[in-house]
């Protein structure tokens, strides 16, 4: 059976995914089979395993961390909030249903056995699994019925790591506080402490290391500077989210919907010179893009009700004929006629689309998941640079639609003028899809660009060895290793 170590942190968004990451790729180059697991993860960016089923993002990027292909064992629970209090359950990949978080709570308990068996086979396949917490070690209020911080801990016997983020301030009582308020058994498990987000001279945080070690007795196992590199997140929380203003040669405005799912499907475009991505939430902020895409969202219906009320709706209608609109999955719902979910697969209700291409959307019980591949149609409009290239990606989704004869791709999708949509999340991954449309931009802006289309898999490759080379420097891989039992 594989060795294992944990990560915990104080709070969201303290840098646990991507230490998950660094981690695995670290063990990867020291010669060990490593992968990630993540018992629940709660999150709207997710990812389609080659067997078509349903997992985080952030596993999928991990498992690539660790040279893996991404495996539904990596992250047998995921919850992908529909409403301010309820959640799509996925389990082991496959839609459970959805449910209010009280009546999660009440059954959470009962999927324990999913999570040993995905978790007992990963292990039997690996050396090291590296496990990532949620959230908070010490919430007090979850404990009795937790499953993915100490609860899953006790579960595996695995020590732990906790993580804070000195970034966001109050790094001592985040990492002192946490170890005052879980048990004695709990902080036992505790075998080392991370200072995560560092910036600055490290040298002048040596007092507070050793106040750290002395008040909560146990080592600090390294302080990580802000490390810069160009990795996937999907946390809510994710500075990709805020709205920036354009400070590229070519401006791609992404409507910000309240419920938007696989954000990081325009991250390719952020790896070109020149080209700026920024998310909208308000008409004024729309401005006049080069490009602007609607993207996929976990309530369609309602996040067209509010892409109305908010104005953006009128405001984009505005922009057809100027600039080219691309909708991907629930965004390409959102073009259409109308949306109807009979069956209440994402709340129930009926709404009118916003007209811009002949087609409409029926929801029901069955969810589409599968990677799919293939090449755009000959196509016209402002984006026609785009027929005939191949593209790869996933579909994750609830509707069917009724397409027009004008699709978009070879396997369906559609487009009208220079309005497209399609279900394909990653459409733009292919270097070659990313890199004609840019070229189309800069040519509509009467510029030439004269740039190459970027490998995606190299580049990630690359990003994945700046994070883990920065992490291996600042962590005190020794004790990692000890803590392993590896020395």
Request: glycine share 10%; proline share 3%; hydrophobic share 40%.
């Amino acid at each position: 059976m594989a060795k294992k170590i944990m990560l915990q942190g104080t709070m969201s968004n303290v840098g646990k995914s991507l230490l998950t990451a660094a981690l695995c790729r670290i063990f990867r180059q020291d010669g060990y089979s490593a992968a990630p697991f993540k018992s629940q993860n709660m999150a709207l960016n997710s990812y389609i395993t080659r067997d078509g089923l349903e997992i985080g993002r952030a596993q999928a990027m991990q498992a690539e961390c660790a040279g893996l292909e991404p495996s539904v064992l990596m992250n047998p629970i995921l919850l992908k909030p529909t409403t301010d209090v309820g959640s799509q359950v996925i389990v082991n990949g496959k839609v459970r249903g959805n449910m209010r978080a009280a009546e999660y709570f009440r059954h959470k308990k009962e999927l324990i056995p999913d999570i040993l068996s995905a978790f007992n086979t990963l292990s039997e396949r690996h050396d090291i699994i590296v496990i990532e917490g949620a959230g908070s070690a010490a919430e007090l209020n979850l404990k009795a019925d937790d499953i993915v911080n100490m609860g899953l801990a006790k579960l595996v016997d695995a020590p732990v790591l906790l993580v804070g983020d000195i970034d966001r301030g109050g790094i001592f009582a985040q990492l002192l506080g946490t170890l005052m308020l879980i048990e004695n058994d709990e902080r036992e498990r505790i075998k080392g402490l991370i200072v995560n987000k560092f910036r600055g001279d490290k040298t002048i945080f040596q007092s507070g290391v050793d106040i750290l070690e002395q008040r909560g007795n146990v080592p600090v196992a390294g302080v990580v500077p802000y490390i810069k590199c160009d990795i996937e997140d999907e946390d809510s929380l994710s500075d990709k989210l805020g709205n920036r203003s354009a400070s590229g040669i070519i401006d791609i405005a992404v409507i910000r919907l309240p419920h938007i799912s696989n954000y990081t499907d325009f991250d390719a475009f952020l790896q070109y010179d020149g080209v700026s991505v920024r998310f909208v939430t308000k008409y004024t902020e729309l401005g006049e893009p080069d490009l602007i895409v609607i993207p996929g969202t976990k309530s369609t219906i309602a996040d067209m009700r509010w892409l109305r009320e908010s104005g953006l709706e009128a405001a984009v209608k505005k922009a057809v004929g100027k600039v080219p609109v691309f909708g991907i999955c629930g965004g390409y719902q959102m073009l259409g006629k109308k949306i109807a979910d009979p069956e209440k697969s994402e709340g129930g209700g009926e709404i009118e689309g916003m007209g811009l291409l002949d087609t409409a959307t029926v929801f029901s019980a069955e969810k589409h998941q599968t990677q799919t591949s293939g090449n755009f149609a000959q196509i016209g409009g402002m984006l026609s640079a785009l027929s005939g290239l191949k593209f790869s990606g996933y579909e994750i989704h609830m509707g069917e639609t009724e397409e027009n004869p004008e699709k978009l791709l070879d396997c369906g999708g559609a487009y009208s003028g220079s309005v497209y949509g399609c279900y394909i999340h990653g459409i733009f991954d292919e270097p070659e899809v990313s890199s004609a449309v840019v070229k189309t931009l800069y040519e509509r802006r009467g510029l030439h660009f004269d740039g190459t289309g970027i490998d995606r898999r190299a580049y990630k490759e690359k990003q994945f060895d700046i994070l883990a080379d920065e992490v291996r420097k600042n962590l005190d891989m020794e004790l990692i290793y000890t803590i392993l039992g590896q020395r």
